[in-house]
């Protein structure tokens, strides 16, 4: 049974998380862990997935469902690679609004609200790093594409 979900979340990752390329693509949802000031356009989706202690896995889909505006959710699932009995959380909202979009002057400025916490810790039954919550970002992207500050 694990195998074959671990076979499906590959096959995922193979099909569904190819990159899109377009004149519009580009921009950066995320900078490493971190939200960036930028939001997808409409019609645009990224799936990301960490891999963290204990074969702990968080994915992660959002969608540009209009332009300035990014819906999504995440899923921890904790102990899906090895051998322990595998345990989802709820799923947990992600939402980032467009406030400034990137210009020559102007870095991009966002407001969002991301619930989802990182590593579950089972025995104080609650995650050791807490969710982002209400956050503003603001990213720059320097003298070359896809280089944020």
């Known amino acids: ?10 096959a995922a990752m193979m099909f569904l998380g190819v990159p899109q390329h377009s004149d519009a ?20 989706y990224n799936m990301s997935f960490r891999v963290y202690n204990y074969g702990g896995m968080l ?3 959002v969608f540009g469902v209009l332009q ?6 995440s ?15 709820d799923p947990a909202l992600y939402l980032k609004i467009d406030i400034v979009r990137e210009n020559f002057r ?9 619930a989802q916490g ?16 209400a956050f503003v970002s603001m990213s720059k992207e320097l003298i070359l594409p896809n280089l944020y500050v």
């Not at 049974?1 to 590959?10: D, E, R, S, Y």
């Not at 899923?75 to 959380?89: F, K, Q, S, V």
């Not at 990182?118 to 919550?133: I, M, N, P, Q």
């Open 75 to 89: 899923w921890d699932i904790a102990n899906l690679i090895g051998y322990e009995t595998i345990h989802g959380r």
């Open 118 to 133: 990182y590593e579950w810790d089972d025995g104080e039954k609650k995650y050791s790093r807490d969710a982002l919550g």
């Open 68 to 73: 300035g505006l990014n819906v999504g959710f």
């Open 25 to 44: 693509a580009g921009n950066a949802e995320r900078i490493i862990y971190v939200p960036s000031g930028e939001c997808l356009n409409y019609g645009e």
């Open 106 to 114: 102007m870095p991009a400025v966002a407001l969002g609200y991301d």
């Open 1 to 10: 049974m694990k195998n074959k979900l671990f076979l499906g979340a590959f």
């Open 59 to 61: 994915t992660r889909c």
